[in-house]
C-alpha cells in the first residue's frame, strides 16, 4: 500500500517486485526451498490468483577441480613445464595436460578461468 492511498503504476509494481531480494540473516542458513507468493490487490479490492517463486537452497559446493586425473589424490596444483619452440607455436595456442578430472557433479553452471604470467614490458 502507497504512503499517500494512491494506486501504483505498471512501473511501480514491476520495480518493486524485481527489487525483492532472498537475504539469510543466519550465520549457517538451512538448505531447502524458500517461497515468495505474489498478490495483487486493485482500488475496489479485487485481488488476482497469488503466483509463488520458488528459490532452492543447495549449499553443496562442487568437488574440487582435479588437474591430474591419473594421480589418486585431489591436485588442485598442478606445475606444467612446457619448452616452448618457437613463437609461431604459443600464438596457435598450447593446450594445457589432458589429465583434468571430470567432475561428479552435474549441476555445475560456471567455469571461472585466470590465466597469469610474464607479459611484454
Known amino acids: 500500500t502507497k504512503a499517500d492511498g494512491s494506486n501504483f503504476s505498471t512501473t511501480n509494481v514491476k520495480a518493486i517486485v524485481e527489487a525483492i531480494r532472498l537475504k539469510n540473516v543466519e550465520a549457517s542458513p538451512s538448505e531447502g526451498d524458500r517461497t515468495a507468493t ?4 486493485d ?3 479485487n485481488t488476482n490468483a497469488s503466483a509463488t ?3 532452492s537452497v543447495n549449499l553443496i559446493a562442487p568437488d574440487a577441480v582435479d588437474l591430474d586425473a591419473t594421480t589418486a589424490d585431489t591436485r588442485a596444483t598442478e606445475v606444467l613445464t612446457l619448452n616452448i619452440a618457437n613463437q609461431a607455436q604459443l600464438k596457435a595456442g598450447i593446450a594445457f595436460e589432458a589429465n583434468v578430472a571430470a567432475p561428479t557433479a552435474t549441476d555445475i553452471t560456471q567455469i571461472k578461468v585466470v590465466i597469469g604470467g610474464a607479459t611484454r614490458s
Open 38 to 41: 505474489f498478490t495483487y490487490t
Open 43 to 45: 482500488e475496489h479490492g
Open 53 to 55: 517463486a520458488t528459490i
